[in-house]
């Protein structure tokens, strides 16, 4: 049983799929199938189902699919442990983005990392159902780091840093009637635009609003950056709530702020300090000095 192998079966593991996971690995995906099929016959047991149009893990893959994961975070690890020996950091650092960075200037901070550390290679995963997904992605191995925005709980296994945090405020078009404060009471049959209800910052205000005992009405959902949402409340499909900052960069349109404070926290996620390969620990410090 090789390593590369491991990183094939995780791959279709992941994607549930042999044709993306195979571009996923920079394969043909005749030489992925192979490569996964003779991990199977290695181990003699199915790792995977296959009678369906879409195929899925068996029980035994299940269970082989942590271990795998946990093999090779241990194999970056040691390699990776000993960079420092030859004066250079390297590897692979696995980071979970998010839409939103507010005030904070991650694409900087990363482009410094870029910079200083050439070798490294950092691989950037946007999740379409809400950052708290990275949560499990960090217990698992299979992400190194992760901005994590209003989480719905802390592991202990995790150091969970707050970043920073900052207002919410109401954005309208600038031809709408403006008070000098906006009451979610006011606003429960207004049409909303925003973002799936599992992302952070709709978590966040569905939460505001069922404090008042009210439910927000969102008819136009999107899984975007707040371009798309500014776009939309320009346009007279909506209104919306953004963080302050964000709200900044769109000066056609008013932000109104709110007379009960909705604050946004934006979380550093990794493992444990121990556990961290030394690329991974940079990142983290960088991404730490970065914050307002």
């Keep these: 049983m090789e390593l590369r192998q491991l990183e094939h079966f995780l791959a279709v593991a992941t994607e549930l799929s042999f044709t993306r996971a195979a571009a996923r690995a ?3 995906q005749s030489a992925l199938s192979a490569s996964v099929a003779k991990l199977e016959r290695e181990l003699d047991v199915q790792l995977f189902d296959r009678s369906r149009q879409q195929i899925t893990l068996t029980a035994a893959g299940e269970r082989f699919r942590g271990h795998a994961q946990q093999v090779l975070q241990a194999a970056r690890s040691a390699a990776e442990s000993v960079q420092e020996f030859r004066g250079t ?3 692979t650092v696995e980071f979970g983005s998010l839409i939103s960075f507010g005030p904070m200037d991650v694409a900087a901070a990363l482009g410094e990392f870029h910079r200083a550390h050439p070798f490294v290679r950092l691989r950037l995963h946007l999740s379409q159902t809400g950052a708290s997904s990275y949560l499990a992605g960090l217990v698992d191995g299979s992400l190194d780091l992760a901005l994590v925005s209003v ?3 802390f592991p202990p296994t995790l150091d ?3 970043l920073f945090e900052e207002p919410m405020v109401y954005v309208v078009a600038g031809d709408h009637r403006i008070p000098d404060r906006a009451v979610l009471g006011d606003l429960a049959e207004v049409d ?3 973002f799936p209800p599992q992302f952070g910052l709709r978590r966040l205000m569905d939460a505001a609003f069922a404090a008042a005992g009210l439910r927000a009405r969102v008819p136009y959902e999107v899984p975007a950056g707040f371009g798309a949402i500014a776009e939309l409340v320009r346009n007279g499909l909506g209104t919306t709530f953004m963080p302050a900052s964000e ?4 000066p056609d349109l008013r932000s109104i702020p709110l007379a009960e404070p909705v604050i946004w926290q934006v979380y550093l996620a990794s493992p444990r300090a121990d556990r961290l390969t030394p690329a991974t620990a ?3 410090q960088m991404l730490w000095d970065a914050a307002p």
């Design 26 to 28: 920079h394969l043909v």
């Design 89 to 91: 950091l390297s590897g």
């Design 151 to 153: 989480p719905d709980r």
């Design 160 to 162: 969970m840093r707050l």
């Design 192 to 194: 909303l635009v925003g």
């Design 247 to 250: 709200a900044r960069r769109f």
């Design 282 to 284: 940079r990142l983290a």
